[in-house]
């Protein structure tokens, strides 16, 4: 697919697993931190950034680590739909995408995840006795030792692709097998 001319489905499609491949490695690359919305339990919206741990094309999925007792981790358990938004200014790339999430806080997923966290500076996050957003000094918590990681996966229903250009812009949905224009 990487062969495709510039412009066609195929190659927007390679360029854009590319890109998300490359922002769960390069801390600089603008897609690392996309937002996430969510369905708040008052049925309104929330929305938060967070890092993106994993873009696997073949799997259309991608994923986040975050704390299991944070309140996204409840509302995606309640809707399990969501969506991330990604902005790239050095692609003029948007993209809007919908996905199914699921949330994990066990199993060899999270094993995997806490051992690359756990070397990392951001260990401190997961092992704090307190809820993420919880009042501070509000110790909820007594389990000591234990980390509080939870992985979730998202998987892509389609894409919202949106590139802005001086010579006009263009916009696709984009799903598994297929992509169809849209006027921008
Ligand atoms: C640059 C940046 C990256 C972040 N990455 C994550 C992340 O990967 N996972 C996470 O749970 N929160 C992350 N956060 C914090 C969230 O945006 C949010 O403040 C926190 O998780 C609480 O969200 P909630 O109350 O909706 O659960 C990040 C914040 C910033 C500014």
Redesign the pocket.
């Known amino acids: 697919m990487g062969q495709e001319p510039p412009g066609t489905a195929a190659d927007i499609h390679h360029r854009i697993w590319t890109e998300l491949q490359r922002a769960t490695v390069d801390r600089h690359h603008e897609w690392r931190?996309p937002v996430l919305a969510t369905t708040g339990l008052d049925g309104l919206p929330?929305a938060?950034?967070?890092?993106l741990r994993a873009a696997d094309a073949t799997a259309s999925q991608l994923s986040?680590?975050?704390?299991r007792r944070?309140?996204?981790?409840v509302e995606l358990q309640a809707v399990p739909a969501a969506a991330f938004v990604f902005w790239s200014k050095r692609l003029n790339w948007q993209l809007r995408v919908r996905v199914a999430t699921q949330v994990h806080t066990e199993g060899p997923l999270v094993d995997a995840a806490w051992a690359r966290v756990s070397q990392s500076a951001a260990a401190g996050d997961y092992l704090s006795p307190q809820a993420?957003?919880s009042a501070l000094g509000d110790h909820t918590d007594h389990e000591h030792g234990a980390h509080h990681l939870a992985v979730v996966t998202a998987r892509i229903e389609h894409i919202d692709w949106l590139e802005l250009a001086r010579t006009g812009h263009r916009r696709a949905r984009l799903t598994d097998d297929a992509l169809v224009w849209l006027v921008p």
Not at 48 to 51: A, F, G, K, N
Not at 70 to 73: A, I, R, T
């Open positions: 931190t929330q938060r950034t967070v890092v986040f680590f975050t704390d944070s309140p996204k981790v993420p957003g």
